[in-house]
């Protein structure tokens, strides 16, 4: 079944006006050039949508169903037609990008206004997950762009690395200051450890180190995991750029390095591979960089 827009634009002139003749005034268009586009929908859809009241038309059930359709559909029609004409003016259009929960809260927000400032309308649908399922909605088309902690570059259509993405564990220097001698993971037993929590399949340090410290804490983000290593309850594993100069003078970090192949990549989606969208993907990389 093939819907001409035309058509439902002409119906629903016709269910507003009530009469084919003021319909074909609004529209600009000879009466029988309206009956013969509502005898076309008619036929296209398998049902009468009008029938005669008086000097007028009325809707049918299937008219009074169809009504709230159409708008809906010439909505949407008039709103990619507006969509597409900005795109054009602008060569680029609007951008959905997925990030870690780190990167937006501490790196993301002064780079979102430069890139703004720098293209002019851009709009940003922004999305915070974490890695592994920033990469799956990539490939399901359903992001443009990800913000991803990988160790080695992500499998995606371009990718282009920003800045190492050094996890260290901290705790107050007040309370811990053995953490500085730590230089393995079971040097962290005596610590009461404050954990991101693990997803399926990954090993949480928690399940092995816990019955020797007693306390630990679970958290739900990085952000949470700092909040409670700056209040002293514990060792956790957050990131240098998510510290103040001041913050960081108040902690002290294991001497354990974490995987030197991990770093912030900007990986792209099929669909963002024009020249323009290649350009904004670069300076939200280099931007990025920037801000660390």
């Known amino acids: ?11 629903i002139a016709v269910a507003d006006h009530g009469t084919v003749t003021a319909a074909a ?3 600009h268009l000879t009466q029988p050039a309206v009956s013969r586009t509502l005898k076309l929908l008619e036929e296209a ?3 009468d949508l009008f029938e005669r009241a008086g000097r007028g038309l009325a809707l049918t059930a299937a008219g009074r169903a169809l009504v709230p359709r159409a708008r809906r559909l010439l909505a949407e029609a008039g709103e990619l037609r507006r969509d597409l004409a900005r795109v054009g003016t602008r060569r680029y259009h609007d951008v959905r990008i997925g990030t870690v929960d780190s990167v937006a809260t501490f790196l993301l927000p002064p780079v979102l206004g430069a890139l703004r400032d720098a293209y002019p309308g851009l709009e940003v ?6 890695t592994a399922e920033l990469l799956q909605r990539l490939r399901d088309g359903l992001l443009d762009m990800a913000i991803v902690a990988y160790s080695g570059p992500p499998a995606a259509a371009r990718v282009v690395p920003t800045v190492r993405y050094d996890l260290r564990y901290y705790g107050r220097r007040d309370r811990f200051p053995d ?10 037993r005596p610590f009461p450890l404050i954990q991101l929590e693990a997803t399926a ?5 928690v ?6 410290a007693g306390t630990f804490a679970i958290a739900q983000s990085l952000a949470s995991v700092k909040a409670l290593v700056l209040a002293g309850f514990g060792v956790g594993a957050i990131l240098d750029f998510m510290l103040t100069a001041t913050e960081a003078c108040e902690l002290v970090s294991a001497a354990l390095e974490h995987d030197p192949d991990c770093w912030l990549y900007v990986a792209a ?15 939200l990389a280099a931007r990025l960089a920037a801000v660390r």
């Open 125 to 130: 649908k922004l999305f915070t997950a974490r």
């Open 45 to 47: 859809l398998g049902v």
């Open 201 to 205: 399949n990954q090993p949480s340090l």
């Open 1 to 11: 079944m093939y819907l001409d827009l035309d058509h439902l634009e002409a119906f």
């Open 25 to 27: 005034k609004t529209l």
């Open 269 to 283: 989606g099929p669909m963002w591979l024009g020249a323009t969208e290649a350009a904004i993907m670069d300076q």
């Open 207 to 212: 399940d092995t180190h816990a019955p020797a």
């Open 179 to 188: 953490l500085a001698d730590v230089t393995s993971e079971d040097g962290l």
